[in-house]
């Protein structure tokens, strides 16, 4: 019962692990409905965030928000001294999302009267019934027996042996040809429990076994090994552009690169996926590095798989055993968070744990719980930094720039978490509460006679998101915005990198009336050729251009050019940064459209904007 139990609950861990990591938790409630029914010792199953938020529940009746299990044991505390005491199990599931590892909970609710009935029922069966069994057999035997029974069977003995020594050779080899396909069956059998399909290394049962074993021998003898997990990077192009028959073709063939690059002495396994685990026996820290950059560096070749030509590297994370850790859920967790740093230095890389990266994941861990709290207790909020049309001196737009006003550690800006939520923690929840409170400012604004532009900085990963043109006409009609008044700042970047989805985005958005801004302009692909074929009506010169502007104002030519060029292709610039009188002068000598920066005001919260708008004259 209890290894059932185990293996049962493992099972339930690693695939809530990928539905979760697949962003499929509709599907999670249908998955837990269906382990419930399937197994009579469990009474429910909740699944919980960190904090204790209910993610899904196989409880219909159950109606909280949180779930908390006070009585609960780890899985591997389950034995059977305490199968027949304990209310239910829990088991730690950490996922990957967006390069970071979020913590989840999985609480397993037991049937305690199932279980303690059928071990009472296995009691009687397995010990009282053949003990009475026993008895009755002696009582019997000494009874009846020896006098009725024992010499007849002598006698029955004999014949039979003579019967035996008179069959056929046939049906011997028959009896033999049968023991034979039952071995085969349960090679299969084996196979199949501790195989990868697919690539026939370990599975990731088998792995982890593995890995366990190799645990308990360095504590036990001393010595040490390491562990390297190594996941393809951009794997999912491969599936979306050739299809899941020429992805795990490419599987194959990797793992069979894998194998071919491993001594006989380590051990490899699939965890599922694109992802694999190396176990790799007594070598220091240097020579490992080696061998996992061979890997990489033989991986860059590309693979020819039914006439297509596929190029695929690999983020790898390594630790050592003991020094890194020396239990499984230790290891595997480092191992993780040095992958996933690979991938966040550039991909295509191995990094080794080490202290310092477990205390800056935990950093980034601690600074997305907090920028979550600070999005459900309000801790953001806007300020709008004025843009002057450098002819008339007017304010004719605002950009609205996020600060966080965190309780302990006071005015936040921008720089020192946006870099984080860029990689994926709450990109898309930031990013409509931005634009939400823009449009909302810009309606109390218009309210007061305050009729100007609202630049917003606008997210490429916001922008990718499924809904994300729905959400911001909802927005829109909500505060009855004129969309014209809107603009939408991208990166050079996010245009150029991301071109064909982004174009077909911003062509929409264009169609509806809104126009946009290319951010940070000359920091990137500088290339106005490009602008001309997309909806970008204004560039911001990045403020590196500005600081070439000296005070006897000699030509910045390539500054000279770029406004030029611009203005030949219907696109007006405003200049970032600005800071002196004399880049004023010469920006305004050189014909650029508008200014923002120091010289003419910082960011202002809202009531301070108003102020200083009706100072400059411009109501």
Not at 14 to 35: G, H, P, S, W
Not at 249 to 271: F, N, P
Not at 453 to 459: A, E, G, K, T, W
Not at 581 to 595: P, W
Request: charged letters at 25%; one cysteine or more.
């Amino acid at each position: 019962m209890i290894e059932n139990l185990r293996e049962s609950v493992s099972e339930m861990k690693f695939d809530i692990r990928i539905i979760v990591n697949n962003q499929e938790t509709l599907n999670l409630k249908a998955y837990l409905d269906r382990q419930k029914a399937g197994s009579r010792m469990i009474k429910e199953i909740y699944v919980v965030k960190e904090d204790g938020t209910l993610l899904r529940t196989s409880d219909y009746l159950y109606e909280k928000e949180y779930f908390k299990e006070e009585n609960a044991v780890h899985l591997r505390q389950l034995s059977i001294e305490n199968i027949s005491d304990i209310d239910s199990i829990r088991s730690d599931i950490n996922v990957i999302d967006h390069d970071k590892v979020v913590h989840y909970i999985m609480y397993v609710k037991l049937d305690n009267q199932y279980i303690v009935k059928s071990v009472q029922q296995r009691i009687g069966v397995q010990i009282i019934y053949p003990l009475l069994f026993f008895i009755g057999i002696v009582i019997f035997y000494l009874l009846y027996i020896k006098r009725l029974i024992i010499k007849p069977i002598m006698i029955v003995d004999d014949f039979l042996r003579g019967i035996v020594q008179r069959i056929p050779k046939f049906y011997i080899l028959e009896f033999n040809h049968l023991s034979q396909n039952l071995q085969n069956n349960l090679k299969e059998l084996k196979e199949l429990a501790y195989f990868d399909t697919l690539t026939k290394i370990y599975n990731r049962k088998a792995i982890e076994e593995i890995l366990e074993k190799r645990i308990n021998e360095v504590k036990r003898n001393k010595g040490s090994f390491a562990v390297a997990m190594i996941d393809l990077d951009h794997f999912k192009k491969v599936n979306d552009s050739y299809g899941h028959h020429i992805g795990d073709l490419l599987i194959k063939e990797v793992a069979e690169v894998l194998q071919s690059e491993i001594r006989i002495t380590d051990d490899i396994g699939r965890l599922g996926g694109d992802e694999f685990l190396i176990i790799i026996d007594c070598m220091d820290r240097a020579d490992i590095s080696v061998r996992l950059q061979r890997i990489i560096q033989k991986l860059k070749e590309p693979f020819i798989i039914e006439g297509n030509h596929i190029n695929i590297g690999m983020s790898i994370g390594a630790v050592m055993c003991p020094e890194d850790g020396n239990e499984m859920i230790t290891l595997r967790r480092h191992v993780d968070m040095a992958m996933y740093q690979a991938k966040h230095e550039g991909r295509n890389r191995v990094v080794f744990f080490s202290k310092e990266l477990g205390m800056k994941i935990e950093s980034d861990i601690q600074l997305e719980r907090d920028i979550r709290h600070a999005l459900e207790h309000n801790e953001f909020r806007l300020n709008y930094q004025p843009i002057i049309e450098i002819k008339s001196g007017k304010v004719v737009a605002v950009e609205a720039l996020i600060r966080w006003e965190h309780p302990e550690k006071g005015t936040i800006y921008p720089n020192e978490f946006i870099p984080f939520v860029e990689k994926g923690c709450c990109v898309k929840e930031i990013g409509v509460w931005v634009f939400d409170t823009a449009c909302n400012q810009q309606r109390e604004w218009l309210k007061r006679g305050i009729d100007i532009n609202m630049s917003i900085n606008l997210s490429v990963k916001h922008m990718h998101s499924s809904n994300f043109y729905d959400v911001m006409n909802a927005i829109i009609k909500k505060y009855d915005t004129d969309i014209k008044k809107i603009s939408l700042e991208i990166t050079e970047y996010t245009l150029m990198e991301y071109r064909e989805t982004t174009m077909a985005v911003l062509n929409t958005m264009q169609h509806d009336g809104m126009t946009f801004r290319l951010d940070d302009f000359g920091t990137g692909y500088s290339s106005l050729t490009y602008l001309k074929d997309t909806p970008i009506s204004s560039i911001k010169i990045d403020k590196s251009f500005i600081d070439a502007i000296t005070p006897d104002k000699k030509p910045v030519h390539l500054l000279n050019a770029i406004i030029n060029l611009s203005h030949a292709i219907d696109v007006t610039t405003i200049a970032e940064g600005v800071e002196e009188a004399y880049q004023v002068e010469y920006l305004r000598e050189i014909g650029c459209d508008m200014i923002q920066g120091f010289y003419y005001s910082e960011a202002l919260n809202s009531e301070a904007f108003e102020s200083y708008y009706g100072s400059m004259g411009s109501v």
